[in-house]
């Protein structure tokens, strides 16, 4: 394994700290490191979930190999990181990255089932009357947020117009397009492995040559709804084998959803490992040793 050692790490500067991930700068490169954080309605808990961070690296990667021929990413090397952060760090590119989050929902849920209750639309997308929750769309929507800080307030929705003020039309209707199929083509590899994906989150970046590019991570369960096909149905809650289950512990308390957040309590710390193990396990096939 070509693995650099923690020497490596003291010529790194620290660029940025997210609610998950830690950006360090080497060279003309960035280490992209994944936290065991965990985040809700962005206020990053004191409790962390252990191997989170690598279960996130390591799915975000099955799945950059899977889209490979969709859009290109920004990985480099998942080996060539320091020592400490091996199995939870991947060297990438250096990006433009780009002011909004782009979100494909295929199914209604979370904040997207709020503003079609308020609206009939989502991110000015009309939606058909009728729709209950975690109702399958007719076909899959592209609903943008802004890209609020850590915190600097939350993500907020805007339309697909918005986006196009904001980067141009061209830009705009090129990602809009490579969101959806991102979200089509991992939709169908995961219904056949008998998940469903809900909605996703992705983020991208501009190349120094101009090419736009998958990066962060991808389809991870802090970026997607996952939901077991087989307890599938609609009208209430779904079974969450993602972040949807510390958000919902976190909603039964007297919080007012800002800073400091609540400590996790154990059994939800162990619950949410085990989903974040069991819904890596079904899509890649692979054991998880940790």
């Not at 954080?37 to 962390?48: F, I, K, M, W």
């Not at 929750?133 to 609020?148: C, G, V, Y």
């Not at 970046?205 to 990066?215: C, K, P």
Request: a negative charge; charged letters at 30%; glycine letters at 8%.
């Amino acid at each position: 394994m070509n693995t650099r050692s923690t020497e490596g790490l003291e010529l790194m500067e620290l660029l940025h700290s997210g609610k998950v991930r830690d950006v360090y700068g080497d060279g003309d490169d960035l280490i992209l490191v994944a936290s065991n954080r965990v985040s809700v309605y962005d206020v990053v808990l004191p409790t962390e979930i252990p191997d989170k961070g690598a279960i996130l690296t390591q799915l975000s990667l099955w799945w950059f190999e899977q889209l490979a021929d969709v859009v290109p990413n920004h990985v480099i090397s998942a080996t060539d990181v320091p020592e400490e952060f091996a199995g939870r760090a991947v060297r990438v590119q250096r990006l433009e990255m780009l002011p909004v989050e782009w979100i494909a929902r295929g199914y209604l849920a979370g904040l997207g089932l709020k503003e079609y209750e308020r609206d009939g639309a989502v991110s000015g997308v009309r939606l058909p009357e009728g729709l209950v929750e975690a109702s399958k769309l007719p076909e899959p929507i592209f609903t943008p947020t802004t890209k609020a800080a850590v915190g600097e307030g939350h993500d907020e929705f805007i339309t697909f117009d918005d986006v196009v003020t904001e980067i141009g039309k061209e830009t705009a209707d090129r990602l809009r397009e490579v969101t959806l199929e991102v979200y089509r083509r991992g939709a169908a590899i995961a219904a056949d492995k008998g998940i469903i994906i809900a909605d996703t989150k992705l983020e991208f970046g501009r190349a120094a040559d101009g090419t736009l590019v998958l990066a962060d991570e991808v389809l991870t369960s802090d970026s997607s709804r996952f939901w077991p096909a087989d307890d599938y149905a609609p009208g209430r809650p779904q079974h969450a084998l993602d972040k949807q289950f510390v958000r919902d512990w976190s909603s039964t308390l007297d919080w007012d959803r800002t800073a400091p957040g609540p400590a996790i309590p154990q059994d939800v710390v162990t619950a949410t490992r085990d989903r974040y193990i069991d819904v890596y396990q079904r899509l890649t096939g692979r054991t998880w040793e940790s």
